[in-house]
């Protein structure tokens, strides 16, 4: 990292981060191209490292680079200001953003995939008690992101 002292060194303000970012970028590497979509996604903590989950279809690109492409790179950001300058050259900009690594996997198992979408679901809206049934469960690709490498970076106004 160039800038250093936007580096962030503290566990917990990067779980912080990763509790208000609401959207990820997974980066799948598709041959000659790289290939971003954006998700919304549920986290949590196993042991050291993080977790992220996510769903879709069970067709379409994103499902069929999971399965031939599973390393992955990701970013999440937030708290985006823009900070006027008198000259262009003036202009900055306050973030939050985490940046990582990991592997894919498609969640089969029927308790994962429910486990999975509750983290998705209490992430994105604050509840915990959904039900899901096996038809949904059936028919949606439920991903499992294992982190890797994370890192951190943040400018503050």
Same mark, same amino acid.
């Given at each position: 990292?160039?800038?250093?002292?936007?580096?962030?060194?503290?566990?917990?303000?990067?779980?912080?981060?990763?509790?208000?970012?609401?959207?990820?970028?997974i980066?799948?590497f598709?041959?000659?191209? #790289?290939?971003? #979509?954006?998700?919304?996604?549920?986290?949590?903590?196993?042991?050291?490292?993080? #977790?992220?989950?996510?769903?879709?279809?069970?067709?379409?690109?994103?499902?069929?680079?999971?399965?031939?492409?599973p390393?992955?790179?990701?970013?999440?950001?937030?708290?985006?200001?823009? &900070?006027?300058?008198?000259?262009?050259? &003036?202009?900055?900009?306050?973030?939050?953003?985490?940046?990582? &690594?990991?592997t894919?996997?498609?969640?089969?198992?029927?308790?994962?995939?429910r486990?999975?979408?509750?983290?998705?679901?209490?992430?994105?809206?604050? &509840?915990?008690?959904?039900?899901?049934?096996?038809?949904?469960?059936?028919?949606t690709? #439920?991903?499992?992101l294992?982190?890797?490498?994370l890192?951190?970076?943040?400018?503050?106004?």
């Open positions: 990292m160039r800038r250093n002292d936007r580096a962030i060194q503290d566990p917990e303000r990067i779980e912080s981060i990763l509790k208000t970012c609401l959207c990820c970028r980066g799948f598709d041959g000659n191209e #790289v290939y971003i #979509v954006p998700v919304s996604f549920g986290f949590e903590k196993q042991k050291n490292s993080y #977790v992220l989950y996510f769903h879709g279809a069970k067709a379409g690109r994103k499902y069929t680079l999971s399965q031939s492409a390393l992955v790179g990701f970013e999440m950001d937030t708290g985006y200001q823009v &900070q006027p300058g008198e000259n262009a050259c &003036q202009y900055s900009a306050g973030y939050q953003s985490l940046i990582g &690594q990991g894919l996997r498609l969640v089969e198992d029927e308790t994962e995939k486990h999975a979408l509750t983290h998705i679901m209490a992430h994105q809206t604050g &509840q915990t008690d959904w039900d899901f049934a096996p038809t949904t469960l059936a028919s690709a #439920v991903f499992r294992d982190v890797k490498k890192s951190g970076k943040e400018h503050i106004l």
